[in-house]
């Protein structure tokens, strides 16, 4: 069975993987990873994105946190 | 999304609380520019300066440590390597890294061989590791810079981290702690070295944005100390309200900065910022009767903390011969 080209997102500190349908901005796929935009930089290969940013399917986007905390 | 400075290039980084947005070419040069309005506001640096950059191998602290270099300060970085298995490697692999990169040779110094890596001194006497390691990473702030010649300390604390603290002190109402907080801390008396937080204008999105598209490689994972730390609660709060409402973080703090402020002192005055660690203000500081550091108790509370280690190590050692 064919399976249709989705985003993959990856959080690496959360050590997670999703694959998401899209196309898809990267706000509405950080809302679909319950994550809030102000924690994160989001990323794809060398690219960084801006949060109204329209990925496409078959695209693997990165999302780090940036907080530290102690 | 277009950059809202050249007007040309492709957005790479949108800053809600600055309504704007940068291609990574401006992103630079509105960053920079927000680190030396911030050291300016406070004269954090002066050009003579000797900086000693305490880097982590984190993104603030790197970072930092980039863009003094770029604006031409005289710097060296300091690393302490705190004994946590195998976070502390990555770390240091990390820092060694980018100083080489920069033809750079980072001051070393490991907890281990001091006698109080991090994880068993905070085993040993009880304590949280966060509360034991800002008392010993003061001490060797200090230490090293004085014995460097250096004029003054930086960390990379952001906005993030200032407001987090601030945050923290308010709602525990910790007066003396918001008279001293400050991007600021001026020299003490006894020796002690002037510190600054030039990153105190900038958002940990922002130095992450920086770090990532000037190529700095640092290390993403968190301490693993500091999974249960306070500050990411109070983090956590401001960052839901920055959500809904961008740009408060920066009026809760300048806000707060305001010489009319009544809850806090300026630096310099009587009773406002010192290095001084926190536990240990008040009085006129003297020598550490071990180790000659400035306190203003007669044994500093790093030299207490190391014995307090020795002691409950000792005991452990005649539990088990026994």
């Known amino acids: 069975m064919y399976n249709a080209p989705m985003i993959t997102v990856r959080l690496p500190q959360k050590k997670k993987e999703l694959e998401i349908p899209g196309p898809r901005r990267v706000m509405d796929l950080l809302a679909d990873a319950g994550v809030r935009p102000t924690t994160v930089i989001v990323t794809q290969g060398k690219k960084l994105l801006t949060k109204d940013h329209r990925v496409e399917d078959g695209a693997t986007i990165d999302v780090i946190s940036v907080v530290s905390g102690g | 999304m277009k950059c809202k400075r050249c007007r040309r290039a492709e957005a790479a980084v949108d800053l809600p609380s600055h309504h704007s947005a940068f291609c990574p070419d401006c992103f630079f040069v509105f960053f920079r520019r927000q680190v030396t309005e911030g050291i300016r506001k406070f004269h954090l640096l002066a050009p003579g300066d000797r900086v000693l950059v305490c880097v982590s191998g984190g993104k603030d602290s790197l970072v930092l440590w980039d863009v003094l270099m770029d604006e031409g300060y005289e710097t060296e970085g300091l690393y302490i390597d705190l004994g946590i298995d195998g976070y502390s490697d990555r770390s240091k692999e990390k820092v060694l890294a980018y100083a080489a990169s920069r033809g750079k040779t980072p001051i070393v110094v490991e907890l281990a061989k001091e006698?109080?890596?991090?994880?068993?001194?905070?085993?040993?006497?009880?304590?949280?590791?966060?509360?034991?390691?800002?008392?010993?990473?003061?001490?060797?702030?200090?230490?090293?810079?004085?014995?460097?010649?250096?004029?003054?300390?930086?960390?990379?604390?952001?906005?993030?981290?200032?407001?987090?603290?601030?945050?923290?002190?308010?709602?525990?109402?910790?007066?003396?702690?918001?008279?001293?907080?400050?991007?600021?801390?001026?020299?003490?008396?006894?020796?002690?070295?002037?510190?600054?937080?030039?990153?105190?204008?900038?958002?940990?999105?922002?130095?992450?944005?920086?770090?990532?598209?000037?190529?700095?490689?640092?290390?993403?994972?968190?301490?693993?100390?500091?999974?249960?730390?306070?500050?990411?609660?109070?983090?956590e709060a401001l960052s839901r309200i920055e959500d809904r409402m961008p740009g408060t973080r920066i009026v809760f703090y300048k806000g707060f900065l305001d010489p009319s402020n009544p809850l806090r002192k300026e630096p310099g005055d009587a009773m406002g910022a010192t290095g001084m660690d926190e536990e240990e203000t008040g009085g006129t500081a003297q020598a550490c009767a071990s180790c000659g550091a400035p306190t203003y108790a007669e044994t500093c509370s790093f030299c207490r903390l190391k014995e307090r280690v020795r002691k409950a190590r000792d005991q452990r050692a005649a539990r088990v011969s026994r």
């Open chain 2, 115 to 235: 006698g109080i890596p991090i994880p068993e001194a905070a085993r040993c006497v009880k304590m949280q590791e966060c509360a034991i390691c800002g008392t010993v990473k003061r001490y060797f702030f200090n230490r090293v810079a004085a014995q460097g010649k250096f004029t003054v300390v930086a960390t990379g604390h952001n906005l993030d981290d200032e407001t987090a603290r601030l945050l923290g002190n308010l709602l525990h109402w910790q007066r003396d702690h918001l008279a001293r907080q400050h991007p600021l801390l001026p020299c003490g008396d006894g020796g002690l070295v002037r510190k600054v937080k030039p990153l105190w204008r900038v958002s940990e999105v922002e130095t992450a944005a920086y770090g990532f598209l000037k190529g700095i490689d640092y290390v993403t994972e968190e301490c693993p100390m500091s999974e249960d730390a306070t500050s990411l609660v109070y983090k």
